[in-house]
C-alpha cells in the first residue's frame, strides 16, 4: 500500500452537492461499510455550522448525531473542519473557555480523532494556534493544517513555501493543499506541489481539491507522479461537480499508474447504491463530471457559495444578475487585497458586490464583516497594506465602525455569555446548542418536530411507534425507505421498489 485516501462524502461532498442536507439516517445506513472500506480517514459533518444545520432544517439534535457517528464508525480515525478559534467561522473571536469546551463536547461524543483546519486565511498562526493546537493534542488529535490555494498576485509559489515553513512551528501531524475553488491545473501543480513537498520535509502531505473546473481528477495523477501520497476523494453520487474526484475514478487510474491502495470497493459500491438511492428519494442532487469553466479563474467564487448566492439574488429579485454580481465580487476581491476565497472571505466579499449591484453604487451600503474585515479582525488578509486605502478609509469612517470597535475590545466572559442565555446550570450540550443558536427558539422548534413528517426512524425504532406515526400523517407521506444490510425497500406513493 503506498496511497492512502481521506474520504469526503459525508462532509465536504454533503455540502458540496446537498447544502448538508444528508439525514442522520443516511449517515446510520452507510457508516459501516464506509468504516470497513480501508480509508485512513473519513470527514463528518460535525462543527458549528453543522449543528446549525441539523437543528434548523432537519430538526435533529447534533449531539445525537454526533453519537450515532462514533458507534456507526467505530474503526477508522473520523475528523471534522473547525475554523480553529471560533466556534463558527462568521462570529468574533469567543473566549477561549466556550471554543475548549465545545470541541472537548465534540470530540467525547463522536469518539474524533483529527481535526482539519486552514492556517492562511484568518491569522489564526498568530492569535490562536499558540493555545489552540497543544489543547488539539492534548485530546489526542491527529492535527491537519491546510494551505488554502488562490491565485493573485500577491499568492505566489514563495508565498506557499514561506506558509508551509511557518506552519512546521506547531509540530502537524499532516500539512494538506486545500484548492476549495478547483483552481489548481496541471502545469501549476507541478511547480507548486514540489515546494510544498521540499519545505514540508518529513510531515505528509495531502491535497484536497474540488472538480469545480473539471481538472482535479487529472490534478491528483500529476500529484501521484510528484510524490504527493495522500489524496482526498468521495464516493458517487456525492463526488464530482463541485466535490472532490471520485474515489472509483483515482483508484482506477492510480493502479494502472502503479500504485496500490488498501481499498475495499465492494463495500463502496454498495455506500454508492444507498446514496443514490436516498437522492433520488429525496430529490437531491447527483454529482457529475463538469466541463472546463474559464470564469471559474476569474472570479474564484466556491461553488457552494455560488448556489447560495443565486438563492438570495432570488429571494431580493435579482435572480437574472448573477453575473453581474459575480462581476462585481472580482473588483471587490481586489479592493480587499486578494483575500483568499474561502469561507468566511467568499462570503464577505460575493455579499457586499450583491450590495453594491443592488444599490447602484460600490460600496454605499456596507456589511459589518467588511468592516471587521478593514479592521483586521480576519488575521493577515484582511486590512493589511495591500488593501485599497480609499476603500479601507470609507470602511473605517462610517459610524458603525466605532460601534464594531468598541464591541471586540470590551471582554466577554463565560459566565455572561451563560447569564444571557439563561443557561446557568444547564447541561454543557444545552448551553453549546443555545451559544450555537444564540437562545433556545430554533432548538425548541427541532424538539417539538420529533414525530412530524420528515422524522427519520432507525433500526431502533419500534415497529409499532413506526406504524402510529404513519397513521397520524396519511396522504402526507412521500416514501418509506427500509434497509437491512446490503438489502432495502423503497415503497411510494403505493408503488414499491427493491434495491
Same mark, same amino acid.
Given at each position: ?355 453594491? *449591484? ?7 451600503? =456596507?456589511? /459589518? $464583516?467588511?468592516? +471587521?474585515?478593514?479592521?483586521? !479582525?480576519? &488575521? %493577515? ?35 455572561? *455569555? ?7 446550570? =444547564?447541561? /454543557? $450540550?444545552?448551553? +453549546?446548542?443555545?451559544?450555537? !443558536?444564540? &437562545? %433556545? ?59
Amino acid at each position: 500500500m503506498d496511497i492512502q485516501f481521506i474520504d469526503t462524502t459525508l462532509r465536504d461532498g454533503n455540502q458540496s452537492l446537498w447544502a448538508l442536507g444528508m439525514r442522520s439516517s443516511v449517515i446510520e445506513s452507510v457508516g459501516s461499510p464506509l468504516d470497513q472500506a480501508g480509508f485512513d480517514v473519513i470527514e463528518v459533518p460535525l462543527g458549528a455550522l453543522y449543528f446549525k444545520k441539523f437543528i434548523r432544517d432537519l430538526k435533529e439534535n447534533p449531539w445525537d448525531v454526533a453519537r450515532l457517528v462514533a458507534k456507526a464508525m467505530p474503526r477508522t480515525r473520523k475528523s471534522w473542519m473547525t475554523p480553529g478559534g471560533y466556534i463558527h467561522p462568521f462570529e468574533s473571536l469567543p473566549p477561549p473557555e466556550i471554543v475548549k469546551l465545545f470541541y472537548q463536547r465534540l470530540v467525547e461524543a463522536a469518539d474524533l480523532g483529527r481535526c482539519q483546519t486552514a492556517c492562511n486565511t484568518t491569522g489564526q498562526m498568530e492569535s490562536t494556534f499558540p493555545w489552540l493546537i497543544p489543547f488539539y493534542k492534548e485530546l489526542g488529535l491527529q492535527v491537519a493544517l491546510g494551505l488554502s490555494y488562490t491565485i493573485s498576485p500577491r499568492h505566489t509559489d514563495e508565498y506557499y513555501a514561506q506558509k508551509t515553513r511557518e506552519v512546521l512551528q506547531f509540530r502537524p501531524d499532516v500539512i494538506y493543499l486545500k484548492d476549495q475553488g478547483g483552481l489548481l491545473t496541471v502545469d501549476r501543480a507541478r511547480t507548486l506541489l514540489p515546494v510544498i513537498l521540499e519545505n514540508a520535509g518529513a510531515t505528509p502531505v495531502e491535497l484536497h481539491s474540488h472538480c469545480t473546473t473539471g481538472l482535479a481528477p487529472l490534478v491528483y495523477l500529476e500529484a501521484l507522479k510528484l510524490g504527493i501520497r495522500r489524496l482526498h476523494t468521495a464516493v458517487p453520487p456525492l463526488a464530482n461537480g463541485p466535490s472532490q474526484p471520485s474515489i472509483f475514478n483515482v483508484l482506477a487510474n492510480a493502479r494502472h499508474m502503479g500504485h496500490s491502495a488498501r481499498i475495499d470497493e465492494s463495500r463502496l459500491r454498495a455506500v454508492s447504491a444507498k446514496l443514490t438511492e436516498a437522492a433520488a428519494a429525496a430529490n437531491l442532487p447527483v454529482g457529475a463530471p463538469l466541463e472546463y469553466d474559464h470564469w471559474q479563474y476569474v472570479h474564484q467564487v466556491p461553488g457552494g457559495v455560488i448556489s447560495n448566492l443565486r438563492f438570495q439574488l432570488k429571494g431580493m429579485g435579482m435572480e437574472g444578475r448573477l453575473d453581474e454580481v459575480l462581476e462585481e465580487s472580482v473588483r471587490v476581491r481586489a479592493d480587499l487585497g486578494y483575500p483568499i476565497m474561502i469561507t468566511p472571505h467568499s462570503q464577505f466579499v460575493v455579499s457586499q458586490a450583491a450590495l453594491n *449591484i443592488a444599490t447602484g453604487e460600490r460600496y454605499k451600503h =456596507v456589511t /459589518d $464583516e467588511l468592516i +471587521l474585515f478593514a479592521q483586521g !479582525m480576519f &488575521g %493577515e488578509d484582511s486590512g493589511y497594506p495591500w488593501m485599497d486605502q480609499g476603500v479601507k478609509d470609507r470602511l473605517l469612517g462610517v459610524p458603525r465602525a466605532k460601534e464594531l470597535q468598541a464591541e471586540r475590545e470590551r471582554p466577554v466572559t463565560v459566565a455572561e *455569555i451563560r447569564d444571557k442565555l439563561g443557561a446557568n446550570g =444547564v447541561p /454543557d $450540550e444545552e448551553f +453549546l446548542l443555545r451559544y450555537i !443558536m444564540k &437562545g %433556545e427558539t430554533e432548538i425548541k422548534a427541532m424538539r417539538s418536530a420529533t414525530g412530524a413528517v420528515g422524522q427519520e426512524f432507525r433500526s431502533t425504532t419500534p415497529l409499532v411507534k413506526l406504524i402510529e406515526e404513519l397513521g397520524r400523517h396519511q396522504g402526507k407521506v412521500r416514501y418509506v425507505s427500509i434497509h437491512r444490510g446490503n438489502e432495502s425497500l423503497v415503497v411510494r406513493g403505493g408503488a414499491r421498489e427493491s434495491v
